[in-house]
């Protein structure tokens, strides 16, 4: 069975500090996916790695940074956070081709 | 760009069929995926349709028109534990991106 392992189930941060998200997986999966989720709008594509070292920007990429040194981690960066960041992080990886999502099991990132 | 369309809550009774439907339009397509997701959980994949037509996998089946930009989730003999959200998502053209639909909450009354 697929794992993605995000490091935090819940996390609390305050306005203006750096947050780094953390996400691993381990089954070789070329792709790895940061979401957000967040009431009445679903989940929102932030950033998208479809090797180490490459990514794309997502549909609301604003405020965040990535990371992916090493094929098995992808890494979400808050430069500085915002109240507005408060949302459930979602992590998720998948093949090349049409295999499906995995996800791991969300990060709730209260930001005061 | 994308956008997706699928109902906000649906209620149904256990034992019951019910049918949630996704319309999309995209700039390109190239598959679309039903997850399942439960209150504070992850969610999870349950069908992809490439192709038109019919896929079923045991109690659920899952149906695509790409003429129409439209798919729905079958759900038969309906168990409290489908209780639930049901994700839409698109894959965009040429990439492995996968663009979701907001969700449809299903409730499974006794």
């Known amino acids: 069975d697929v794992k993605v392992t995000q490091s935090s189930r819940y996390l609390v941060k305050r306005t203006g500090e750096k947050v780094f998200l953390e996400c691993v997986q381990d089954m070789d999966h070329e792709n790895m996916f940061w979401y957000r989720q967040d009431p009445g709008l679903g989940l929102r594509l932030i950033y998208f790695s479809y090797d180490v070292k490459m990514k794309e920007k997502g549909d609301i990429p604003e405020g965040y940074s990535v990371s992916r040194e090493k094929k098995e981690r992808f890494s979400l960066i808050l430069e500085s956070a915002s109240t507005n960041q408060t949302s459930m992080y979602l992590c998720a990886s998948s093949t090349t081709g049409l295999s499906p999502l995995h996800f791991g099991n969300g990060t709730r990132l209260t930001v005061t | 760009g994308q956008n997706i369309d699928q109902p906000t809550e649906m209620t149904a009774t256990e034992g019951a069929i019910v049918q949630i439907n996704c319309t999309y339009q995209t700039s390109g397509f190239n598959g679309l995926f039903w997850y399942q997701q439960h209150a504070g959980e992850a969610p999870t994949f349950l069908s992809y349709n490439v192709l038109d037509g019919l896929e079923e996998k045991g109690r659920f089946s899952s149906f695509l028109s790409r003429s129409k930009g439209y798919s729905y989730l079958l759900l038969k003999e309906l168990q409290m534990k489908d209780s639930a959200s049901y994700l839409c998502?698109?894959?965009?053209?040429?990439?492995?991106?996968?663009?979701f639909g907001t969700g449809t909450r299903l409730q499974v009354f006794p």
């Open positions: 998502a698109v894959r965009v053209y040429n990439t492995d991106k996968l663009i």
